[in-house]
């Protein structure tokens, strides 16, 4: 997602799901079985694992609607990315360059609609990004359970891989939703999708979809990594609590069981966003590179070489903390947004597996 698409790591082996959690001791899965709950429901009389094209298609539906939540998070987040001011260590004051600030500007300036620049390619990046994700990591998972690695290290490796390999697949839509909304409504440098490739081809290339596709695969697959292992750990937690003698009957846990995948994977998004998010906000800047630079984020983006260029120009000119802008949108969209694919991806997975449950 993302690019900072939102990904979606797999559960833990001993979590359970929903209302359904087991105190007895699970029995290790057979070779047409999944340690994976996500390739799995508790919501049917279903055993099998979920096929590949399932896996995607699951996958897409739940980037769509999670793309069409977060929209306006996603056009302040980029737009912060795109700014070049000092940024202060007195990061608590309140600053005309924050969160609420760019959001009052874009509305000001553009109106609702500037809230959701971008939004058909980005609804394209994140059902295309989704069904990928998915359909890899599937093909992955079921290779690395034929090893003696354990579970933890399966998801690490094959969250990282099928971050990268649909992070590439899909990375000129990725790199479409940036210009769109770095572009001024008044002055825009694309009017459309088609137009916008068509420009692209003419003056920068094939390469010029590709720009900050290295930062993009660098941060994708720690942040993957990173994701899936926070995710085991804080299911693998949860269950234990659930199994507890002393919490595990207690209302409040009963309450959360039903939107438990919401919660742990909105928690292990926000780890991993902040762990890896200087490479995602180098990837914006490098994103909007090329013969329309001075026409993108108000003409402020200098021009860069380079990934080890632009982290050090931004360092030496900006300060350190500017490596973090807009984190406070980033957070707020990843939340809600890998909450809401986790959940959805869940629900989508039942209802396909009740519907053919052998």
């Not at 939102?6 to 559960?11: M, R």
């Not at 069904?131 to 359970?145: C, G």
Request: net charge positive; glycine share 8%.
């Amino acid at each position: 997602m993302s690019q900072t698409t939102t990904p979606l790591p797999a559960a833990a082996m001993n979590a359970g799901h929903n209302n359904k959690i087991s105190t007895s001791a699970q029995p290790p899965p057979t070779p047409t079985q999944s340690d994976n709950v996500l390739l799995q429901t508790s919501r049917s009389n279903s055993v099998r694992k979920l096929t590949p094209a399932e896996s995607a298609f699951c996958g897409a539906t739940a980037g769509v609607v999670s793309r069409a939540m977060i929209a306006p998070f996603d056009v302040v987040k980029i737009t912060l990315q795109l700014q070049t001011q000092q940024r202060s260590y007195a990061f608590l004051r309140p600053t005309n360059n924050g969160m609420l600030a760019c959001a009052t500007r874009i509305l000001r300036k553009e109106g609702v609609r500037g809230l959701f620049k971008g939004n058909l390619s980005a609804e394209y990046l994140y059902l295309t990004y989704g069904a990928a994700q998915f359909l890899v990591f599937d093909t992955i998972e079921s290779a690395l359970r034929q090893t003696s690695l354990p579970k933890r290290a399966r998801s690490f490796i094959g969250g990282a891989l099928a971050g990268a390999i649909a992070t590439s697949a899909t990375y000129p839509f990725d790199l479409l939703r940036t210009r769109f909304i770095a572009q001024e409504t008044g002055n825009k440098v694309h009017k459309s999708i088609l137009g916008a490739v068509k420009q692209i081809h003419a003056e920068e290339g094939v390469r010029g979809f590709y720009r900050g596709l290295w930062p993009a695969c660098l941060q994708i697959m720690p942040y993957m990594g990173i994701v899936f292992t926070s995710y085991d750990v804080l299911a693998s937690s949860y269950s234990w609590m659930r199994r507890s003698l002393l919490v595990g009957n207690s209302p409040v846990l009963r309450g959360l069981d039903a939107v438990q995948d919401a919660l742990i994977g909105g928690s292990a998004a926000v780890i991993g966003k902040t762990c890896v998010y200087p490479l995602d906000l180098v990837r914006k800047r490098l994103q909007v590179q090329g013969p329309q630079l001075t026409n993108f984020a108000y003409g402020a983006v200098p021009k860069y070489t380079g990934m080890a260029n632009a982290l050090s120009f931004i360092v030496r000119n900006e300060g350190f903390l500017a490596l973090f802008r807009g984190l406070t949108p980033a957070l707020i969209k990843a939340a809600p947004a890998s909450a809401a694919v986790f959940y959805i991806y869940g629900y989508t997975r039942d209802f396909v597996l009740t519907v053919r449950p052998e």
